[in-house]
């Protein structure tokens, strides 16, 4: 078996991965923030951990992904004061749109979603093992905060010079109670606002509500001890969020927290090229409304490698869209098929090395996704001679459902499995036109149509039929 590389944030190099107890890779994804639907950039950066985790099982591993929830934050707490509601009332309809989101993308369910507040006790001890190192304090203003320069590694993942963040922050009025101005807060003492919207809960240090660093070191270590293998999450977060992490899990275990750091770049929706048609696609409903399909949503992603910046444009999804054409075209083909040539069998076994070798070499999903290409090239011109090998036509469909099932561009058994959820949409459609909402109406034959769906409205009704 070939060895899996990585990049890890901590160390600047493409590093060899094993999981530490050789069968599960435990791996911890920062989640979204419940406050509003997570944006397509969000969504890149979990489609990179999904295709991470997909070639884990590939390379013949386990996975145990942990996904957080935050769903207590400033913005959650001053939306549901405004509206006289408690935070879960605001969280719980945008935790319902990440999951519809998340699995129109088809991105793979986390073995874990915990949420923040399920957690406060674990929160609390941390913070309380903390205090007792003397690594945290408690200041007037009733909050508890983490004193950096008590951890002697602060700043080792961003590699900021600490004696810099120190000395060259201003002291803003409302960190007056801190000991140093970067100095971030573990418990933050209970407002008004925090009471009244159910923000606040009881601790050794009175009601307050945990920091956004504190969940996520409380619940990785909650559930996949206080080593694990990988930590992910957007290049955004390196500093200060996973820095803070570190600082807290470390300095509460003196164990390393993570094996390996792994950030991806950004989706750049602001682009000068950005034309009217992908100008507002900010969430899944926009892609949704605009007919941009979830494989072709995938394609686009990984065209690029997940350490580089990727721009989002019609150019883009349109070339995107074309492979997803191609691959479903070929997937047909090769279900339908009934024999091939004995050359299948050579062809097929080349592209499968050559996707996973670039899967293994730091999730280079470009390189797999041309092997895919490459493939599919080859077979046709075998396919193309009309032979009657089945071990070769064997040998193809297996390869074509290893690689598919890591990539995911085309959904296996699509053809059979959601002809009921296209019906579904069309009855969307018949009563959104009944009501006269045309908008709605259109939006939804724009989605089916970017998923290869082609409509027909006559007289005796709506019929549909597949064209790619
Ligand atoms: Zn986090």
Redesign the pocket.
């Known amino acids: 078996m070939s060895e899996f590389r990585l990049y890890n944030t901590m160390t600047r190099s493409v590093d060899a991965l094993t999981p530490e107890d050789g069968e599960t890779v435990r791996m ?4 979204p923030t419940v406050y509003n639907p997570a944006h397509v950039g969000n969504f890149r950066t979990f489609l990179f951990e999904d295709l991470l985790r997909r070639a884990f099982r590939l390379r013949g591993w386990n996975v145990d992904q942990v996904m ?1 929830l ?1 769903d207590v934050d400033d913005k959650i707490i001053k939306r549901a004061a405004e509206k006289g509601l408690t935070i879960g009332q605001v969280t719980e309809p945008v935790i319902e749109i990440f999951h519809s989101d998340r699995r129109y993308l088809r991105i793979e369910d986390a073995e874990t979603y915990p949420r923040a507040t399920d957690h406060i006790p674990e929160m609390v001890a941390l913070v309380e093992e903390l205090m007792k190192k003397g690594i945290a304090y408690k200041a007037e203003d009733g909050s508890v905060y983490y004193a950096i320069d008590r951890f002697a590694d602060y700043g080792k993942l961003s590699r900021l010079d600490t004696r810099e963040i120190k000395s060259g922050a201003r002291v803003s009025q409302d960190d007056y109670t801190k000991e140093n101005a970067q100095d971030f807060a573990l418990w933050k003492a209970a407002k008004e606002e925090d009471e009244k919207t159910e923000a606040a809960w009881d601790s050794p240090w009175g009601r307050g509500r945990p920091g ?2 504190l ?3 409380a619940m ?1 270590m909650r559930y996949l001890g206080h080593t694990m293998d990988v ?1 992910c ?1 957007g290049v955004d ?1 390196v500093f200060p ?2 820095e803070d ?1 570190i600082a807290q899990s470390e300095g509460a275990t003196g164990e390393t927290f993570s094996r390996f750091w792994c950030h991806g770049e950004f989706l750049l929706t602001d682009g000068s090229k950005m034309a009217k048609r992908v100008g507002n696609v900010a969430t899944v409903a926009d892609m949704r409304a605009q007919g941009i399909s979830a494989a072709a949503f995938r394609a686009f992603v990984f065209s690029t490698h997940y350490r580089k910046q990727l721009n989002l444009s019609p150019d883009a999804l349109d070339a995107a869209t074309e492979g997803v054409r191609r691959v479903g075209d070929f997937a047909e083909r090769l279900a339908a098929a009934r024999g091939g040539t004995p050359a299948l069998v050579q062809i097929a076994a080349e592209a499968e090395r050559d996707a996973s070798e670039a899967l293994f070499d730091d999730l280079n999903a470009p390189i797999a996704m041309g092997a895919l290409f490459t493939f599919i090239r080859r077979a046709n011109g075998e396919l193309d001679k009309g032979g009657s090998d089945v071990p070769g036509l064997e040998a193809a469909r297996h390869t074509f459902s290893r690689i598919n099932g890591v990539l995911d561009i085309v959904p296996e058994g699509e053809v059979v499995d959601d002809a009921d959820e296209i019906e579904a949409r069309l009855a969307e459609r018949r009563e959104a036109r009944q009501t006269r909402d045309f908008a709605r109406s259109d939006a939804i034959r724009k989605e089916l149509e970017g998923r290869g769906i082609e409509i027909k409205d006559g007289p005796t009704g709506t019929s549909w039929k597949r064209v790619r």
């Open positions: 911890y994804t920062c989640g957080n935050t956004w660093h969940e996520c070191s990785a930590h999450g977060l969020h996973h992490e």
